[in-house]
């Protein structure tokens, strides 16, 4: 009798540690996350309004990084530092009161604060297909350049924000977000690498790249 409860002691420790600590791993924890997205974009007119511009050419890399809190089997909530740099090919047509006034980016970029939540709503073993919400809110920074229209052209460089003088308003800021549908892996027990793609506030992503890491559990 003695042995056969010694081995049900062993049995219960071969086969039921795994699933604790399954368990324990997918508790709810604070965690790091960074991404990037090789390329942004605004393309055409479809966003000019935003701006109060006739057209917009505007794209560039992004970059982000924060903290998370969420499992790993599950979904995640968190709040990041968002950067979006414009490169220099980028272009805004704006109208003013005379004139249409274009400018291209100097040394132009967009830093600010983003609340967001990846919703899994399928799971296949490592994998999760999900969507990534989020919003937030960024300043307009650093400088653009152009050239004054007229007889004699002069050039110029402002501040990124005074480029909208023309228009009647200095814009600072704008508001940022996004909504797109990714796919996580589980690498290891606290590593998840997500691609995903879609809208991305004020423009448009055709692929991001992010990596999220939990800590550690709560005691």
Do not use: C
């Not at 007119?45 to 890399?61: C, E, S």
């Not at 004139?99 to 983003?114: C, F, P, S, Y």
């Not at 229209?149 to 800021?173: K, L, M, N, Q």
Request: proline share 5%; no cysteine; glycine share 14%.
């Amino acid at each position: 009798m003695r042995r056969w409860f010694t081995a049900a002691l062993v049995a219960a420790g071969l086969f039921g540690s795994p699933a604790s600590a399954q368990a324990q791993i997918d508790d709810t924890s604070w965690g790091i996350t960074a991404g990037v997205s090789p390329r942004w974009s605004m393309p055409g007119t479809l966003l000019a309004n935003l701006f109060d511009a006739t057209a917009l050419d505007v794209k560039g890399p992004e970059f982000r990084i924060g903290v998370i809190r969420g499992t790993t089997f599950g979904g995640e909530w968190g709040i990041s530092l968002v950067h979006k740099r414009l490169s220099k090919e980028s272009r805004i047509e704006i109208e003013g009161s005379r004139d249409v006034l274009t400018v291209v980016a100097d040394d132009a970029e967009m830093i600010g604060v983003e609340v967001h939540r990846f919703f899994p709503f399928a799971r296949s073993g490592r994998v999760q297909i999900g969507a990534a919400l989020g919003g937030g809110i960024a300043q307009l920074r650093g400088f653009v350049s152009g050239v004054h229209p007229g007889t004699t052209s002069t050039s110029f460089t402002v501040p990124f924000p005074e480029a909208f003088v023309v228009t009647g308003r200095v814009i600072d800021w704008l508001p940022v977000g996004r909504a797109e549908i990714g796919a996580a892996t589980l690498i290891g027990e606290r590593l998840k690498v997500r691609v995903s793609g879609g809208f991305n506030m004020p423009g448009f992503q055709v692929v991001s790249l992010s990596f999220s890491y939990l800590l550690g559990q709560d005691r």
